[in-house]
């Protein structure tokens, strides 16, 4: 019995030597990003970053430029690389700029997932090489808060004569998505692009010009919530009333839950960003610790958020996870 007992242990004790992961300390992840905590959207992404990391006892580091800087991103690259880290995060708002810097990190075993900005080359030739996408349909997201600009006109008697669609990051793959979502559903109704930058007064006087050159417009899709605050510093200074512009826009903040439930937006679409911070983490440990992976991308969006939810949103927003 006792000569049983021991083979079965040492049996035991051989199986996990060889099935069970092992690994010497902890491992180091890194997000790299074309934005950072200077747009507040990016704050609730390190949150759920930071989270995960917790819970998996991992340590992260979050290297982008406090605002936005896509240029910046291949230095950043570096240096993660440099440091030996055991994975990777990444936007791809341009996949040019960075694809040198991705290339060598895959060469060197380093597991990359794109969060938030999607790879638009994915499924090509051309495609970066990483394991998947965590993040939003950013093109049905923009489809979504046309149909939403739609029905809300259809619904109040009015008709969409002319729209606009302000870019505030001049070469971001994953706004030009949102754009091109928005205006493939209001064909053949024209939409304009327009350039902003994520300076609130500034875009608000760009917006108060484009209107004036366009008086015939009356529906605007922002696409984040710095655009969204300028469109509102707009509003409020022409005396513009609820009804007269109908907006959409993208992502979350208490400004922008306030005017869904006053009525001067229609919706917004979430992609839930803590989760892309979240899970982006949890995949990258489970790759590392058992070899696991996906056959496929995980969409967190688009949520879509109108004066239905809009109060239970703004609560979870409240505490960091929205």
């Not at 692009?193 to 875009?203: A, F, R, Y």
Request: net charge negative; proline share 7%.
């Amino acid at each position: 019995m006792t000569v049983r007992r021991f083979s079965l242990a040492l049996i035991t004790l051989s199986l996990c030597l060889v099935f069970c992961p092992v690994h010497a300390g902890k491992y180091k992840f890194a997000f790299v990003t074309h934005g950072g905590p200077g747009n507040p959207f990016w704050n609730v992404v390190i949150k759920g970053m930071e989270d995960a990391a917790t819970r998996y006892d991992v340590d992260v580091q979050w290297l982008s430029n406090p605002s936005f800087s896509i240029s910046d991103m291949p230095n950043f690259l570096d240096d993660a690389i440099a440091n030996q880290v055991d994975g990777l995060g990444i936007t791809c708002p341009d996949p040019e700029a960075i694809r040198e810097s991705v290339i060598r990190a895959n060469a060197s075993g380093i597991p990359i997932i794109v969060f938030n900005t999607a790879d638009p080359n994915a499924n090509t030739p051309d495609a970066l090489p990483t394991l998947f996408y965590i993040g939003a349909s950013e093109y049905l997201a923009g489809q979504s808060n046309a149909r939403a600009i739609l029905a809300e006109a259809k619904k109040r008697g009015v008709q969409i004569k002319r729209a606009v669609c302000p870019i505030q990051e001049v070469g971001h793959s994953g706004l030009e998505a949102r754009f091109a979502g928005f205006k493939s559903i209001l064909d053949p109704i024209p939409v304009d692009g327009l350039t902003i930058s994520n300076n609130v007064e500034q875009s608000a006087g760009l917006l108060n010009d484009y209107f004036l050159s366009q008086p015939d417009a009356n529906a605007i899709a922002t696409l984040g919530p710095l655009p969204a605050d300028a469109f509102y510093l707009f509003v409020e200074e022409e005396g513009i009333q609820p009804g007269q512009i109908f907006h959409a826009t993208h992502d979350t903040s208490p400004t922008i839950f306030n005017h869904i439930e006053n009525g001067y937006t229609v919706q917004a679409v979430d992609q839930q960003p803590y989760l892309q911070g979240y899970l982006t983490v949890v995949y990258l440990y489970l790759n590392k610790e058992f070899g696991l992976s996906l056959a496929t991308d995980v969409l967190t969006g688009p949520f879509v958020i109108n004066a239905q939810n809009v109060k239970r949103i703004a609560n979870l927003v409240k505490a960091g996870v929205r």
